[in-house]
């Protein structure tokens, strides 16, 4: 989705440049049997550009501007150099003569390729089996530094169509690079550098990574805090080829490395001289592509020394094929360098990913580069180890990092900055001398951050607007305003609000809460992490069976629902909390809350014994752990959106109100636990998977018991019920499940022409089993709804889906059925359309 704003943001900028490199399309050919040579090698001589040649032996790859020859290579036949030409049309016919006899039948008779008997796949082997002895975290002790750079630009930018932007803002110019893949102009927009040292210790295994400068310019002010990084660090992630799956771009790819490797790609030996750049000494390259261009695996080069008995990979050349069902991107490059150390550890020295992408048709095509140096490779035990690896967390950041000056980044920058790039500082500013820029930047800015500016370094911010106005059968149709102050006020102190009216029910409803954070904040007071004493006071409904996860309840795109549902009550609520988390992503929350719950005409409350009560009181004294090491999250002002949901999450809460206290009826015991993690499962998709349980100690009231989430809109809803009625289930123990299998096309991309479209398979199961006890039917608790939609529950409630994913790219479809607890006597949703919208790769 960032990405998508980012586009639209720039996209008066226009596109379509005239290439500063050449583009050129050929097909290398047998010179006995004029066939097609699959993968055979074709480079650029003098530079490190280099292309692999298909299935039926054709290549298209760009040339920097200035070049000359290009040779191609294969395994058995002599390579052949080709002149480029200065003009017309730039296809090429290279035609390549059998070198070795013993070769020369096998092209004759095109045997089928097999990985038996395979001396690509014998060496592939040997690399993988060699690998663990130069890993260099073998050793006791090991450390390294990092320059990381990320730069995001336009690409194909136009200085001819964009002619009447440039004399309104001709320093623009100054900020125009040249891609690295293709040579074309870049507007750069974006660049965010961060050095780092990373510190391992075998025994007992731990590994700290300490920020120690940070810098960033450009348009990141579009979100706010680090999100637009998280977002970028997650995506881009560093590619370990010697672990079996290698997470990139929110998508799983199978390492030409991994145990499974020769079943999933096609290895060849295609040159055993390969000069690299930066060593004179002769290479052995093994090229590999994926058996099915569809599936998430990629293509390329791996360069390992002649004759190096250790088989260490010295330069690694990566791509993806074109028929990649990856949204988005059209080119990726990824560059690895390495050395030796005297020991025989592989030591990277160099990372360098490139990317070509569109996010929407008619929209800027981005260019994103991502650079990483690596130096100062030690084995010895740092000097303060016993500080660096006491601290809480995997990751930490100096208190400095962001106030480095530029004599520090001059010495740190180990790669030479582009001239655009060191100006990206003074981007916004002059953008914003545009008119629809700055205005188009403020709704934009606004619509992310969900809450409107009242003026430059705001003190007090309006929203969120995405509930103004929405709909429930209770209040029909409910009218919202409020704010919130910002750190520009007070980098300590907060308040937040909002009065909201339903037409229907004629009521006001409200909140006030005031936070003081113990740490100072820089934009608002949910910043991670939190550290803090809250006092909230709040008065609106309770939507029994409908309390949805990552997003508030009155969100006006759940005002359509699929069934009418009254049965809200209204909950008056003053809450002091206190929230303490830690870096290592251990939080608590301790809390002390006075509620009265108030019955509506449509939830009446009455016992047992039939009598009728108005409302009522409860003392609530809370605790909250949570654990989720190595989280990373999109960081919204009110909510926090999983970025990296491979990581593992555990909840465990209690609830406890003495019945005992003066002026309460009734008290609650209660405990809940909830786990969930995203299991990769390399090509064959990914598996999501969260299991919570509960159980109430004692009695207590129907309000306070375990309700299910039922989700009444047609959207996805993650963690709630599809087809479930509100409050259909009332426990007092219970346990339940919610699995979701994302296939990612393993069945798509094996039909021809289907495979075109990207769609991705989808399955879900979704299930809860509990009991209520009978102790809650006490003449002195409530009787349950009067209008027998509550069922007990005798074996488990079940819901299955089916659905596809990645529909023009950005919508999601399932179909879901609900399995049982069919004949009851109360109207119920059997199986139904389920929509969400999301932008994956």
């Given at each position: 989705m960032l990405l998508v704003i980012v586009s639209c943001a720039i996209a008066f900028t226009g596109r379509s440049a005239t290439p500063a490199g050449i583009f050129i399309r050929g097909i290398v050919r047998d010179s006995v049997t004029t066939e097609g040579l699959p993968y055979s090698s074709v480079r650029v001589d003098g530079s490190s550009v280099t292309a692999v040649t298909d299935s039926r032996g054709i290549f298209e790859l760009t040339v920097p501007a200035g070049s000359a020859f290009i040779t191609a290579s294969c395994q058995g036949y002599a390579p052949a150099t080709v002149a480029l030409k200065t003009h017309g049309l730039q296809i090429y016919d290279i035609n390549l003569k059998p070198q070795a006899t013993e070769l020369a039948e096998f092209v004759v008779k095109k045997k089928k390729y097999s990985k038996r008997n395979n001396p690509a796949v014998d060496f592939v082997n040997r690399l993988r089996r060699l690998g663990p002895a130069s890993d260099p975290r073998r050793n006791d002790w090991y450390s390294y530094r990092t320059y990381e750079r990320i730069s995001l630009g336009i690409n194909n930018f136009d200085t001819v169509s964009t002619k009447g932007l440039l004399k309104r803002m001709p320093n623009l110019i100054e900020h125009v690079d040249t891609s690295e893949i293709s040579g074309e102009p870049v507007l750069n927009l974006s660049v965010h550098e961060t050095a780092a040292t990373t510190y391992y210790r075998k025994n007992p295994s731990s590994e700290k990574r300490i920020t120690e400068g940070v810098r960033t310019a450009g348009i990141d002010e579009l979100a706010e805090g680090d999100n637009v990084q998280t977002i970028l660090a997650d995506l881009l992630r560093d590619v370990d080829l010697y672990q079996g799956n290698i997470t990139l771009?929110?998508?799983?790819?199978?390492?030409?490395?991994?145990?499974?490797?020769?079943?999933?790609?096609?290895?060849?030996?295609?040159?055993?001289?390969?000069?690299?750049?930066?060593?004179?000494?002769?290479?052995?390259?093994?090229?590999?592509?994926?058996?099915?261009?569809?599936?998430?695996?990629?293509?390329?080069?791996?360069?390992?020394?002649?004759?190096?008995?250790?088989?260490?990979?010295?330069?690694?050349?990566?791509?993806?094929?074109?028929?990649?069902?990856?949204?988005?991107?059209?080119?990726?490059?990824?560059?690895?360098?390495?050395?030796?150390?005297?020991?025989?550890?592989?030591?990277?020295?160099?990372?360098?990913?490139?990317?070509?992408?569109?996010?929407?048709?008619?929209?800027?095509?981005?260019?994103?580069?991502?650079?990483?140096?690596?130096s100062n490779h030690s084995f010895v035990e740092p000097a303060a180890s016993d500080s660096i690896f006491g601290r809480l967390g995997r990751d930490y950041t100096d208190t400095s990092a962001h106030d480095r000056d530029n004599g520090y980044w001059a010495d740190v920058r180990t790669v030479p900055m582009q001239a655009g790039e060191s100006r990206a500082d003074s981007l916004m500013t002059k953008l914003r001398k545009n008119k629809l820029f700055y205005w188009g930047e403020r709704f934009l800015r606004n619509m992310v951050t969900g809450y409107w500016a009242t003026g430059k370094n705001s003190k007090f911010d309006i929203g969120p607007v995405n509930t103004t106005a929405s709909y429930n059968s209770l209040e029909g149709l409910r009218l919202r305003a409020g704010g919130m102050t910002t750190a520009n006020l007070s980098p300590r102190w907060f308040a937040r609000g909002y009065a909201a009216y339903g037409c229907r029910d004629h009521k006001w409803k409200y909140s006030a809460e005031v936070e003081y954070s113990f740490l100072d904040k820089k934009i608002h007071p949910r910043e991670f992490p939190v550290h803090s004493i809250r006092l909230r006071h709040q008065y609106d409904v309770d939507r029994l069976g409908s309390h949805y996860l990552y997003t508030n309840a009155d969100n006006f795109v759940l005002s359509w629902t699929r069934m009418s549902d009254r049965r809200f009550t209204y909950r008056r609520s003053t809450k002091l909390e206190y929230t303490l988390e830690l870096n290592n992503h251990f939080s608590v929350v301790a809390s002390a809350e006075h509620l009265r719950q108030e019955a509506s005409p449509y939830l009446l409350f009455t016992t047992n014994a039939g009598r009728q009560i108005s409302h009522y009181d409860m003392t609530v004294f809370g605790a909250d752990l949570r654990f989720a090491p190595g989280e990373t999250f999109y960081q919204a002002r009110s909510y926090r959106v999983p970025v990296d949901e491979t990581v593992p999450v555990v909840t465990l809460s209690h609830r406890y109100a003495p019945s005992a206290l003066s002026g309460q009826r009734y008290g609650v015991n209660r405990t809940e636990l909830s786990v969930s993690k995203l299991f990769m499962l390399s090509f064959m998709g990914a598996l999501d998977v969260k299991v919570s349980g509960g159980h109430v100690w004692g009695a207590t009231v129907f309000p306070e018991l375990f309700i299910p989430n039922a989700n009444l809109s047609y959207t996805i809803q993650p963690g709630s019920f599809a087809l479930m009625n509100p409050m259909e289930f009332i426990n007092s123990s219970y346990v339940s499940w919610h699995l979701s299998y994302q296939a990612r096309g393993a069945l798509f991309n094996l039909i021809p022409g289907v495979r075109r479209l990207g769609l991705r398979e989808v399955v879900g199961f979704s299930g809860i089993y509990g009991h209520r006890s009978s102790a809650n039917d006490g003449a002195k608790y409530l009787a349950l709804p009067s209008d027998a939609t509550t069922s007990r529950m005798d074996k488990p409630y079940m819901e299955i889906s089916v659905g596809i994913d990645n529909i023009l790219r950005f919508i999601r479809l399932d179909y879901v059925w609900r399995l049982n607890y069919l004949d009851v006597p109360y109207h119920i949703d059997r199986r139904g359309l389920r929509v969400a919208m999301q932008f994956t790769f």
């Open positions: 771009l929110k998508n799983t790819f199978v390492s030409p490395l991994s145990s499974i490797a020769p079943d999933f790609y096609r290895f060849y030996l295609v040159d055993s001289a390969a000069v690299i750049p930066g060593s004179d000494k002769p290479h052995v390259a093994l090229a590999f592509y994926p058996r099915n261009k569809a599936s998430m695996g990629f293509q390329g080069h791996l360069f390992v020394e002649r004759g190096d008995t250790a088989m260490i990979v010295r330069r690694v050349e990566i791509a993806v094929s074109p028929e990649i069902n990856l949204n988005f991107v059209k080119n990726l490059r990824l560059t690895q360098t390495f050395d030796v150390a005297d020991d025989g550890s592989r030591l990277k020295t160099s990372d360098r990913l490139l990317l070509d992408m569109q996010v929407l048709p008619a929209t800027p095509e981005l260019y994103i580069s991502r650079k990483i140096e690596f």
